[in-house]
T-cell receptor, first 112, second 114 residues
Framework: QKEVEQDPGPLSVPEGAIVSLNCTYSNSAFQYFMWYRQYSRKGPELLMYTYSSGNKEDGRFTAQVDKSSKYISLFIRDSQPSDSATYLCAMNRETSGSRLTFGEGTQLTVNP | GAVVSQHPSWVICKSGTSVKIECRSLDFQATTMFWYRQFPKQSLMLMATSNEGSKATYEQGVEKDKFLINHASLTLSTLTVTSAHPEDSSFYIC??????????FGPGTRLTVL
């Protein structure tokens, strides 16, 4: 069983829709949670970085962490065609410098 | 966000040659940098962790004599693919850790070995 599970999609939505992306994890030692956006043939771009359970909002993006359920989400409001990319969840332990464990990535297409 | 650059962005080389890829953190110092490899439509695969001033730590199955990593300063790490072969063709991405667990990625280097 993978430590981090993420539905690879593909996910296709119309422009303006609310997008919900999710990851579950099995290792309770994970303390830091991140969402990255990766365009084709580019490096991942850090979108959201959270430490504790709860919500964190940044513009059209909201990251949600529920440590009790070992479940994290990324919501994208008013989705745009430019949001079409692969979204990767990532997490790691408290230990400084510990490596990231990635989800498989969800491929999102926002249709105009 | 912090900026990490990679050079070159793409490279084509002949089988048997060596290729060096540079990773730089432009606006912060990174004591730790990471090197990843990514195949099409797959997630990132960590190859090694590079700490400034010390030897890199390689993941299981990664040949350290083939993938030489040097982290000579707080802003520069290099990956050298020695005696490259077609199976080494891939997308190589570095990341730099700024603080706690924040990692910022470079734009990637596409290596094609003929």
């Amino acid at each position: 069983q993978k430590e981090v599970e993420q539905d690879p999609g593909p996910l296709s939505v119309p422009e303006g829709a609310i997008v919900s992306l999710n990851c579950t994890y099995s290792n309770s030692a994970f303390q830091y949670f991140m969402w990255y956006r990766q365009y084709s043939r580019k490096g991942p771009e850090l979108l959201m970085y959270t430490y504790s359970s709860g919500n964190k909002e940044d513009g059209r993006f909201t990251a949600q962490v529920d440590k009790s359920s070992k479940y994290i989400s990324l919501f994208i409001r008013d989705s745009q065609p430019s949001d079409s990319a692969t979204y990767l969840c990532a997490m790691n332990r408290e230990t400084s410098g510990s490596r990231l464990t990635f989800g498989e990535g969800t491929q999102l297409t926002v249709n105009p | 966000g912090a900026v990490v650059s990679q050079h070159p962005s793409w490279v084509i080389c002949k089988s048997g040659t060596s290729v060096k890829i540079e990773c730089r953190s432009l606006d912060f110092q990174a004591t730790t940098m990471f090197w990843y490899r990514q195949f099409p439509k797959q997630s990132l695969m960590l190859m090694a962790t590079s700490n400034e001033g010390s030897k890199a730590t390689y993941e299981q199955g990664v040949e350290k004599d083939k993938f030489l990593i040097n982290h000579a300063s707080l802003t520069l790490s290099t990956l050298t693919v020695t005696s490259a072969h077609p199976e080494d063709s891939s997308f190589y991405i570095c990341s730099a850790r700024r603080r706690a667990s924040e990692q910022f990625f470079g734009p990637g280097t596409r290596l094609t070995v003929l």
